[in-house]
């Protein structure tokens, strides 16, 4: 992996870059930039064709229209071809594929991408790093898994819902497992205590 000087941090900017993209059964040149003024979920994964990222980037897929609904989008990245994406693309799920997905599939071929969120392994693949990246292009969420365990699409949606409700609510914070509806803390010393009376 690249060095820790390089690392990035939650409440860095996060590094722009530009790349063929698959969508759509299409190649297109995206970049990160495009996306200012939304929220983005980058989804590091490893390698098309492979076992647990078919699960991971349906079940994103799947869980779309929930993301759109707070104005986000998503991009999945891997260090494949553009043209090894089309072809997981054109694969059936029942044999491993993808079919169609509703979001692009980034091609990071370069590995220059993956390298500058500190996601790159010794051996040339992506771990399964997830960001979340707000309207301002700051990276507000880093989760990074090692190969072979997948994440929770549903904690990616709940923590995105969270990170909304603080930035538009500046004087409320979200405690442990808080869900949409329920009670915030007032980040004061005097009137948080109205919440952990509640506890």
Known sequence: MISENNCIRVGQQA??????????????????????GKY?????????????????????SDTY????????????????????HLAWLQTDREAGGLGDLNYPLVSDLTKKISASYNVLTEEGKALRGLFIIDKHGII???LINNLDVGRNVNEALRILKAIE???????????????PGQPTIISTP??????????
Request: include cysteine.
């Open 15 to 36: 590094p722009d870059f530009c790349a063929v993209s698959v969508y759509d059964q299409e190649f297109k040149t995206i970049c990160l930039s495009d996306y200012l």
């Open 40 to 60: 983005v979920i980058l989804l590091f994964y490893p390698l098309d064709f492979t076992f647990v990222c078919p699960t991971e980037i349906t079940a994103f």
């Open 65 to 84: 229209e929930s993301f759109q609904k707070i104005n986000a989008e998503i991009l999945g990245i891997s260090v494949d071809s553009e043209y090894s």
């Open 140 to 142: 507000q969420h880093a």
């Open 165 to 179: 409700y603080v930035q538009e609510h500046p004087d409320e914070v979200c405690p442990a497992n808080w869900q």
């Open 190 to 199: 005097k009137q948080s205590k109205d919440y952990f009376r509640t506890i």
